[in-house]
């Protein structure tokens, strides 16, 4: 095994395994698509890391991958089928996107950097992805052009409730991602029934918040 590979299984073996994931779609897609291919070359002795990992070279708006048991987590509980179509919100360079697509019978993802989703799209090449595509929106505006979807899934955490996004979600559609509206944060999964949307708490997650899903700053008299 070469040194990414031998890390690609050390990663699953002692993060994403540890972490209750036993989907093994989830764990093939991790044992295969290489993380390294995803991050700065200046970075890549950091790609399978439990960190949040910042993707950015010289932007002004921190970009991460996410961790790589959080992201297997939230999968996990979004239920993915074969058939789904899934919108992955705020890709970075990619990563997530190019796990789901192991998977999914469709991935759309949008990034709010045109540098990085350019990278995103240049990994999805590289690595003959040809059921993902990327675009570059704001993280809240998703792809409207795509909607519906069976699941969304944020590459991050929001601290305001994304609404916009639910709209964009299938009747039983499921969106999944780190919610900090209150302390603690936790990964939530959000269900798209009957016209309403229901919300589940899942476990206490941390991540990175997506660029203009921020809270906003309470005024001050």
């Known amino acids: 095994m070469t040194g990414f590979s031998t890390a690609r299984q050390y990663m699953v073996d002692g993060q994403v395994r540890p972490s209750d994931v036993t989907d093994d779609r989830i764990l093939e897609a991790m044992l295969s698509v290489p993380r390294e291919v995803f991050v700065p070359a200046s970075k890549q002795a950091l790609a399978y890391l439990d960190l949040d990992l910042d993707v950015t070279e010289g932007g002004a708006v921190s970009r991460c991958l996410i961790t790589p048991a959080l992201l297997a987590r939230m999968l996990q ?125 899942l476990f206490d997650a941390t991540a990175p918040v997506l660029p203009g899903l921020e809270r906003l700053p309470a005024f001050v008299f």
């Open 77 to 201: 509980a979004a239920e993915i089928k074969a058939s789904d179509r899934v919108l992955v919100v705020g890709c970075a360079t990619g990563y997530a996107a190019a796990i789901v697509a192991r998977f999914a019978a469709e991935v759309r993802a949008t990034e709010s950097d045109p540098a990085l989703a350019a990278k995103a799209t240049a990994a999805f090449a590289q690595l003959g992805i040809q059921n993902a595509t990327v675009k570059t929106a704001a993280a809240a505006d998703g792809d409207a052009a795509g909607a519906p979807y069976d699941v969304i899934v944020l590459n991050g955490a929001t601290e305001i409730v994304p609404t916009g996004l639910f709209g964009q979600l299938k009747e039983g559609g499921r969106l999944v991602g780190a919610f900090g509206l209150t302390p603690p944060p936790r990964a939530t999964l959000v269900t798209h029934s009957h016209g309403d949307f229901g919300h589940r708490e």
